[in-house]
């Protein structure tokens, strides 16, 4: 039982490059959600995904793509990437989405724009 | 609107000491209030929970209050030890995870 994983771990692109960030979870969790941590500011939701099918807008969802592929995977692209969009990227799953929900945290992605 | 405001770091320790870090927050409705911690290159954890008014969550010798009348879930432990060196974010719950910035705690032996 590996809870949640993230692939790459640490990342290096120039401006304008493309890549995606890929997320599983084997908790067959119903919701996902993605972060982006900048220090001094805590955890932001950049998309999150309630349900396998539906993906919905965060706190910071600009410059940002996500697909939920199946149940298990939810992975984040970055089109054109900016040195905005430098920070620790981290993915995270729950059993519903309710308020109660505990949300599981992968290890994180260390994403560096030149 | 939700926020949470949670003391600024690093708070400095040395082993053994009563560790109080603040958090309060402002919310609509009945949220949930969390505790997580993030060991160093690790990604966050839960570290303890409380989903009324009143309840206290506890964990690892730590513990949180929900004070629904100071809107507060300040994090107590009675005696630091090195391992508890970590960063530590309050949040609360109304179907979004909302976060504290985070205090870096350091325990010197």
């Known amino acids: 039982n590996a809870g949640v994983t993230q692939t790459p771990k640490f990342q290096v692109l120039k401006t304008g490059q493309s890549m995606t960030l890929q997320c599983a979870q084997d908790?067959?969790?119903?919701?996902m959600y993605w972060y982006r941590q900048d220090p001094g500011m805590g955890l932001r939701l950049i998309y999150y995904?309630?349900?396998?099918?539906?993906?919905d807008k965060g706190e910071v969802p600009n410059g940002y793509n996500v697909s939920r592929l199946n149940k298990r995977e939810f992975s984040l692209r970055l089109e054109s990437a900016a040195p905005s969009q430098t920070s620790v990227y981290f993915c995270?799953?729950?059993?519903?989405?309710?308020?109660?929900?505990?949300?599981?945290f992968g290890p994180g992605t260390r994403l560096t724009v030149l | 609107g939700n926020s949470v405001t949670q003391m600024e770091g690093p708070v400095t320790l040395s082993e053994e000491a009563f560790l109080t870090i603040n958090c309060t927050y402002t919310a609509t409705g009945y949220p949930s209030l969390f505790w997580y911690v993030q060991y160093p290159g690790e990604g966050l954890q839960l570290l303890l929970k409380?989903?009324?008014a009143d309840d206290k969550g506890s964990n690892k010798g730590f513990e949180a209050t929900y004070r629904k009348e100071t809107t507060s879930f300040h994090l107590e432990k009675g005696s630091v030890q090195v391992s508890d060196s970590a960063v530590y974010f309050c949040?609360?719950?109304?179907?979004?995870?909302?976060w504290g910035a985070g205090t870096k705690l350091i325990i010197k032996p």
């Open positions: 908790m067959n969790h119903n919701s």
């Open positions: 995904s309630a349900s396998e099918g539906t993906t």
């Open positions: 995270a799953s729950s059993d519903h989405g309710t308020t109660a929900d505990t949300q599981y």
């Open positions: 409380a989903t009324k």
């Open positions: 949040a609360l719950s109304n179907y979004q995870l909302i």
